[in-house]
């Protein structure tokens, strides 16, 4: 599967949604009760789904990184970005006992409230997209770029990651070191 | 999150039939399927944004300021196989409800004229906290949660926990707040 056309990659990636809705709704977790039950403590079985499935895809990814199948890609760790994500996000999820991928199975499986928070969501992401550009550098602030904890180095034929046109001001303030940058990459960040 | 009934706590317990540790089983095979396929685990709030890009390119590319979002990061929105996942999500959700006849407790939602658990205003309301949310940690109960964990990104270990802790704290607090008023006792 080295390269595949769009085409494959689009009806795999239609086929993974089709059978990752399937298990959300036969797991429960297309049910606002089921999360917020999670939350409150009454129901464990998010965390017993979350927890296999983190387990089986730790093993997995592992296996498939050391075979050379697959790429370490951790996100960029942006204190800021995180941390204030993490309490926004808990706090919705709290309210509305969704989050991204159960409420679009939500919404399949009939719920009105899924579509409802489905609805909330795209409005959210359009705010985004109109506040990003002004958002971006205080997102940025204090970012350690991609941090992987076991093994540090992240083995991958690095693809030039987009974040990597940001990090050099933010390596420079903290005092570490940025990986070498592409310099048409960082001409742009400058010009910005 | 006042409006969540509470009353449906015991009986969502038992229903669902499927055990939580094999659908896990599952979805944990999935998203190893997605890091040999992708070479990416599964994502799913990038989709919203990237769609919501799109949109917004052709219904108000100036309101939206889509120009200095693409040069912010450096890629136009596309619509890719992570959006068909979101598309194939709620299929599955539909295919799942349908053939199975949908859990017993969602089948008390699905009837026509059920009564909504919870208000359209704090479904929409916290859709939209959590997605900015999403997007401000670039990921969300999958993209982190699930796939950034799996593959040890320090930023997945910050943000997962510090979600739920938040979610747990809030949900405990409004479930406290509502058996206080309730019958007017506290509740530890």
Known sequence: MAEMNKFTQSALGLATGIVFGALLQRGGLADSRTIVGQLTGDDNRVAKTMGTAIAVGALGHRLLRLRGLTTVDPKPMNPVGLVGGAVLFGAGMAVSGYCPGTAAAAAGSGRREGVWAMAGMFAA?????????????????????????????????????????????????????????????NAGARGR | MSTHRQSAGPVAKTEGGTSPYLIGAAIGLLNIFAFKAFRKGIGVSGAYESSAALVARHVAPDAAHVNDYVKARKEPPKFNWESWLVLGTILGGMAAARTFGGSAASGIDDRAGAEPKRSSLASAAGGAMLMFGARMADGCTSGHALSGTAQGAGSSWLFTPLMFGVGSFLAR?????????KDLRWQK
Do not use: I
């Open chain 2, 173 to 181: 607090r409004a479930r406290g707040a509502q058996r206080r008023s």
């Open chain 1, 125 to 185: 992401a359009a705010v985004f997209v109109a506040t990003y550009p002004r958002l971006k550098k205080v997102l940025e602030v204090g970012t350690l770029g991609r941090v992987h904890l076991l093994g540090g180095d992240p083995a991958r034929p690095a693809p030039p990651p987009l974040d990597a046109v940001v990090r050099p001001r933010a390596a420079r303030d903290t005092g570490l070191q940025a990986e070498p940058l592409q310099p048409q990459l």
